[in-house]
DNA sequence: GGTACTACCTGGAGGC
DNA sequence: TGCCTCCAGGTAGTAC
């Protein structure tokens, strides 16, 4: 379940490998991975002979930009990955988009020259790519970026700011977490582990946290997304960066997952409950409601 | 406009 | 062992 950190993950690894690599060709597995444009063949032909010159992520959509002005955008949704890997690496049965790269400036039968791919993967198939053409703006392409709220890292993210967000509704707090136009990027994991860290109780009505509450909300959201950064993101099933290797986070969580194992710091039972058609972890001791 | 619900999709788990 | 059902969840679309 790829949510900030383990996008962010993601988006170093690739700017770590994929910098100054050219495209040369591709295959597309799954035509519906593809969002944008419709034929996937007018996708390839846009992407073969650029090179990728950074990549960028908001919330949890990853954008790479690309030689000649366009871009390449990606959102992994549950299960999908990025992969960095050799050419002749077996392909998986998930496996549904290919990108064969060369190292800029070097031709394919040159002694040494690596053959290198940037893989797609993704089992429940729910991931999109998108190319955004150099005379398109990216969010009218990428639609989903238009509704994003601020970045949770962002100076602009301030206890005063979520509470403005949060008055606005009597939803339950865990579900205005979830909705990305509250914060970007937080996704179920971290929307529990937040809540944990600020002590609210999932299902309590976002407009009725008091400035205390909010505040202590706002330091367990940007304490769970830097924890999760920084030990690689968390792995569930499918989770994995660019070189294969499955994220930590998990291993320290506070509550996601840990139905019917005690509270870290009060030693009640965790319980779990369905808020908002998703499964929700909690302490009922240190979460008040 | 705000909110709730559903479809999309595949593989694992559990029941029979 | 094999079949069936349920569950997981991010986003877009639809209904109220």
Redesign the pocket.
Known sequence: ???LPEVETVRIGLNQNTLGWQIEGGEILLP?AIAYPDRPEAFLAAVIGTDFTEWQRR???LIAKLSQGNQLGV?L???GSLLWCDRDAPVG??TRVRLFVKEKGKRKKEKGVSQKELRFDD????GKMWLVPSDRSTESV???LQ?LGLEPFAPEFTPQHLESKLS?????IK?VL?D?ETVAGI???YADESLFLGKIHPQKAANSLNSEQVKDLHQGIIRSLSDGIAKGGTTF?SFQNVAGLKGNYIDTAWVF?RTGQPCNICGTVIS?M?L????THFCPQCQIL
């Open positions: 379940m790829p949510e519906r919330g949890k959509y959102h949704r549950m299960t049965k998930h089992q429940r198939t729910f990428i639609t989903g509704k606005r509704t009597g939803r339950p579900t979830l990305q996704g179920n994991i099933s997952r779990r369905k908002g058609g998703r499964s």
